[in-house]
């Protein structure tokens, strides 16, 4: 045990080396090395948690670094789960720390879970919270759940049973996920940088005091924080009867994680009557991105013209319309276009693409 | 009867912190209706109450003073 490092917290009123090996025995795995994760990251290595797994598929992009602190601008472009990794890593080289630059499903994520003694879930869609709270109930495993909006944070501890005997998960909470477009997430939303830094340190918190024996956790319990007001919120939470979960592997692998959630394709493929129907609605726009030699040629009038050539400086413009229809000859562009659309506008506005495009519905233009 | 009313997230937006006075709602099934039809933008949300800072599972009365919170959901990381 290297006593010089830990020295601070060696010395606390009932800590001493008992609990710094509970630390150094310990196994954690975070979910998102994003604004949550890497504070998380940050203090669970540093206080000597043994192990930890980092699990992440994207890359770091500019617009993250406001509050993934972890990362330096020169490493945008680079994996999240190996630069957080090789950060952390020169932070304590006691910790052996793991990346898994992958995207967490049904049939990697249990193996995956198995590994680890603690969950902690700092990603940022609905699909993932879904099915990695469906995991560690079926495995019994201790989930650290953390989320963010706006201004205000959540925080809960679940899969442990209090001394009442309650045991509760997320569903307990939010039995179904909400439909596309029902919450807001960060990026329509907005997050202040340092509101991810406060609930991803409290969520390490917590981790440490599950580890250690000390405190009381927030088992059964979910604590509301306010950050414009430094308000708490704390809430007990007692079980449902009303959702149905995995029991077994089996079910697990037969439930269906992609339907209604957050992640959901933020546009809509649809057919010409449709189109006609929409068109009616006096919010829409139709825009045609094919280039402007081909042919036919539409009515100006109706169908403005955006080809795919000008469509990024298109999205430089700010869009009034709600339902933005896109069509090009045969159904492929226009795809691509409403793809970009919205990664700008996410569930924000309606984005449609006209399926088999002009080419299909000739008949129509 | 009286109740203050605290919400959460997207949901504090069209519901700000107040107090109510109810007649004919006497339980918190009832209290959804009432709030639904009231505001209605929260018939189109998950949300959970807590009553005196307890989550609601099945319904429960209401009593003068009570405090209800009404919270969405929290995807963002």
Redesign the interface.
């Known amino acids: 045990m290297d006593l010089e490092r830990y020295s601070r917290q060696l010395v606390l009123e009932g800590f001493g080396e008992t609990a710094q090996q509970k630390l150094l025995n310990a196994k954690v795995l975070v979910i998102g090395a994003g604004g949550l994760g890497c504070p998380a990251l940050q203090y669970l290595v540093a206080s000597g948690v043994g192990c930890v797994g980092i699990v992440d598929d994207d890359t770091i992009s500019r617009s993250n670094l406001h509050r993934q602190i972890l990362y330096a601008t020169s490493d945008i472009g680079k994996l999240k789960a190996r630069t957080a990794a090789e950060k952390l890593a020169a932070l304590n080289p006691d910790v052996e720390i793991t990346p898994y630059p992958i995207w967490l499903e049904q049939e990697n994520i249990l193996e995956l879970f198995a590994r680890y003694d603690f969950i902690l879930d700092g990603t940022d869609n609905f699909e993932s919270r879904y099915l990695i709270n469906d995991a560690c109930v079926l495995l019994k495993k201790p989930l650290i759940f953390a989320a963010v909006s706006g201004y205000e944070g959540q925080l809960a501890v679940f899969n442990l049973t209090d001394n009442q005997q309650q045991c509760s998960n997320y569903r307990d909470l939010f039995p179904i996920p909400p439909t596309a477009g029902e919450i807001p997430n960060c990026e329509e939303n907005g997050v202040l940088g340092v509101l991810p830094g406060i609930i991803g340190t409290m969520a390490a918190a917590e981790i440490i005091k599950l580890i250690t024996g000390k405190g009381k956790p927030l088992i059964n319990k979910l604590l509301h924080y306010n950050l414009l007001t430094q308000e708490q919120y704390v809430l007990q939470i007692s079980q449902a009867q009303n959702y149905t979960i995995a029991q077994s592997e089996d079910e697990f692998l037969k439930m269906n994680y992609h339907n209604n959630c957050a992640l959901t394709e933020a546009y809509s493929e649809i057919d010409i009557s449709q189109m006609q129907a929409l068109k009616e609605i006096e919010s829409t726009i139709l825009i045609d991105v094919r280039e402007r030699y081909e042919v036919p040629q539409l009515d100006p009038q109706i169908f403005s013209k955006v080809p795919m050539s000008e469509l990024e400086h298109f999205l430089e413009t700010d869009i009034a319309a709600e339902h933005i229809i896109f069509l090009c000859q045969h159904g492929i562009r226009s795809v691509a276009a409403a793809e970009r659309l919205s990664e700008k506008y996410g569930h924000t506005k309606k984005i449609y693409s006209l399926k088999g495009g002009i080419a299909k519905w000739r008949n129509h233009f | 009867m009286e109740i203050e009313v605290?919400s959460?997230?997207?949901i504090a937006e069209f519901i700000p912190q107040q107090k109510i006075s109810l007649s004919n709602v006497s339980n918190t099934d009832e209290l959804k209706v009432y709030l639904e039809k009231d505001f209605p933008a929260l018939a189109?949300?998950?949300y959970?109450l807590?009553l005196n800072?307890?989550?609601v599972?099945s319904t429960l009365n209401l009593n003068n003073n009570d405090v209800i919170?009404i919270?969405?959901?929290?995807?963002?990381?």
């Open positions: 605290i959460f997230g997207k189109g949300i998950k959970k807590a800072k307890n989550i599972q919170a919270m969405p959901p929290f995807s963002g990381g």
